[in-house]
């Protein structure tokens, strides 16, 4: 018997955007390409409202 949910289940939409940031595993942030904390952007997190990385869902299953 499968699950309800994965009779339904979509795989998210591609998205043609680059983030302006990469996530640096070994300070554990995102970073931007000139090699400053992507929080610490102030313009850069009013435009985007958040920056996000799947950083976290890969390496802790309770999120």
Same mark, same amino acid.
């Given at each position: 018997? =499968?699950?309800?949910? &994965?009779?339904?289940? #979509?795989? $998210?939409?591609?998205?043609? !955007?680059?983030?302006?940031?990469?996530?640096?595993?070994?300070? =554990?942030?995102?970073? &931007?390409?000139?090699? #400053?904390? $992507?929080?610490?952007?102030? !313009?850069?997190?009013?435009?985007?409202?958040?920056?996000?990385?799947?950083?976290?869902?890969?390496?802790?299953?309770?999120?």
């Amino acid at each position: 018997m =499968q699950p309800f949910a &994965l009779q339904y289940a #979509r795989p $998210a939409p591609e998205s043609d !955007a680059a983030a302006p940031y990469v996530y640096d595993a070994g300070l =554990q942030v995102n970073v &931007l390409l000139d090699g #400053r904390v $992507a929080a610490c952007d102030h !313009a850069l997190l009013r435009e985007l409202g958040t920056t996000t990385s799947t950083a976290g869902s890969k390496t802790h299953f309770d999120d």
